[in-house]
């Protein structure tokens, strides 16, 4: 099979694509290095995802891309340097293969960030996704998996969160971006048959994790000594996803795409166990032998207070079973970020 995959060079398109090829298929890449966080992460994520020595030579973006997507591509995988907000540009990637599947990652991402850009995040997040959507149309391309996310649930009340739960009152441009997707993807199945599953991804951590999220940045500060930002009065909890766990639930909703038909469906991936930002920081110093030094800040806009998913639908439908807990999850980033921390 041949699989489109939008934000390939990212923490979880990489590790995607690690197992796509690992599995035998081939794999078309699609990221525009966003300046969101330091491109060259993004290169040595590309490099490990195809299993080439991260001993790459730095020398500025553009000819770093260049040099990357010249030593990358082969048979089996390709890569382009391509924005979704360019719909020429995506055509002609369609044009030039026959895609299978198409594996939509690629997104503005943050809460706090979307406050700040919120028409960027409708431009990438909303009309790059339907650029998608429009070029599968016209190519007959009828299976597509998108990443969704958890935000879309709010400060809801009722816990776990179920796929059925309203989600009409999202509190940030980030999460009404995603609820919109969602929202339009049911558009393009009905109207033109594409066969769907939006992925609500759970906080989702692991090795390759952003840099600008809570656990990474937490652990950097922690290991340097440097004091980490706290915001509330450590209440807040999550439910941490490890990636080996996303990466099993989406290759299994491309499993079951490809073995049925007339399907639009809305999963919860997360891990079913909740954690307390106290918690969280907790196991990270014990995890380090270092603790903390905390600076207490307010609450910020946007952010919401729990997230728990049920994921009955997702056991069910697509035999996902999420494996990793929470304190082995933290050793083993831990074990990965003190191999591979970029200074």
Request: net charge negative; charged share 25%.
């Amino acid at each position: 099979m041949t699989y489109l995959v939008t934000g390939g060079s990212g923490f979880i398109g990489s590790h995607l694509i690690e197992r796509l090829l690992r599995n035998g298929h081939s794999v078309i890449n699609v990221d525009n290095f966003d300046d969101f966080y330091n491109y060259q992460i993004k290169i040595k994520n590309t490099l490990e995802s195809i299993g080439k020595i991260p001993d790459f030579e730095f020398s500025g973006k553009e000819a770093d891309i260049s040099h990357l997507t010249a030593i990358s591509q082969s048979d089996q995988y390709q890569l382009y340097y391509q924005d979704i907000r360019d719909k020429k540009g995506l055509e002609t990637i369609f044009r030039n293969h026959q895609i299978d599947l198409v594996i939509h990652l690629a997104a503005l991402a943050g809460v706090r960030p979307s406050i700040e850009r919120p028409l960027d995040y409708e431009e990438v997040n909303v009309r790059g996704t339907m650029n998608l959507w429009e070029l599968c149309k016209d190519f007959n391309i009828k299976k597509f998996v998108c990443a969704s996310s958890s935000s879309v649930y709010g400060n809801n009340e009722k816990t776990p969160f179920n796929e059925t739960d309203n989600v009409d009152h999202p509190i940030s441009p980030y999460a009404a971006t995603k609820k919109s997707v969602e929202i339009l993807g049911h558009v393009y199945h009905e109207l033109y048959h594409i066969d769907m599953i939006q992925l609500r991804f759970f906080t989702v951590y692991g090795p390759r994790q952003r840099p600008d999220l809570a656990i990474h940045k937490f652990t950097k500060l922690i290991s340097e000594g440097q004091e980490i930002p706290f915001y509330g009065d450590g209440n807040t909890a999550r439910d941490y996803t490890y990636i080996d766990d996303i990466i099993d639930g989406i290759t299994k909703s491309v499993l079951y795409l490809e073995a049925n038909a007339d399907i639009y469906e809305i999963i919860n991936l997360g891990e079913s166990e909740v954690v307390t930002l106290s918690e969280m920081v907790a196991t990270i110093e014990n995890t380090l032998g270092i603790s903390a030094t905390r600076k207490t800040l307010p609450m910020q806009p946007g952010d919401v207070q729990k997230t728990n998913a049920d994921i009955a639908k997702a056991r069910t439908l697509i035999g996902y079973k999420p494996d990793t807990d929470f304190q082995n999850g933290i050793k083993k980033f831990v074990e990965w970020f003190l191999r591979n921390d970029m200074k």
